[in-house]
Nanobody, 124 residues
Framework: AVQVAESGGGSVQAGESPRLSCEVS??????????AGWFRQVPGKEREVVAT???????EYQEDVKGRFTISRDDAEAAVYLQMNNLKPEDTAIYYC????????????????WGQGTQVTVSS
């Protein structure tokens, strides 16, 4: 069974504001301490964190997206969202949703559950 599944990617114009969604069945958001995050990767580069959110709704953002992206979660729906505003061509990447039990760790490698990723392409 799919445990993490992203949706909402696609091709957009610079300045547009799409939202990515992620359904998480791997972690019971309602009853366990957990962290969810959005990451992105471009060819030839390492996967990088975009934003994370813990079960107290404490969020952290990569510097390049602060003020433009907003991560949120709906524990009742077992969902995590990434609202991306004012997209730039340099935001083009495959975006991944991930989850882990407990507090938000440093490093993508510490997340246990990953989606397949969704491509976001921003054209100028």
């Amino acid at each position: 069974a799919v445990q993490v599944a992203e949706s909402g990617g696609g091709s957009v114009q610079a300045g547009e504001s799409p939202r990515l969604s992620c359904e998480v069945s791997a972690v019971n958001f309602r009853y366990t301490s957990s962290c969810a995050g959005w990451f992105r990767q471009v060819p030839g580069k390492e996967r990088e964190v975009v934003a994370t959110i813990d079960d107290e709704d404490i969020t952290e953002y990569q510097e390049d997206v602060k003020g433009r992206f907003t991560i949120s979660r709906d524990d009742a729906e077992a969902a995590v969202y990434l609202q991306m505003n004012n997209l730039k061509p340099e935001d083009t990447a495959i975006y991944y949703c991930a989850a882990v039990h407990g507090w938000c760790p440093r490093g993508a490698e510490r997340y246990d559950f990953w989606g397949q990723g969704t491509q976001v392409t921003v054209s100028s």
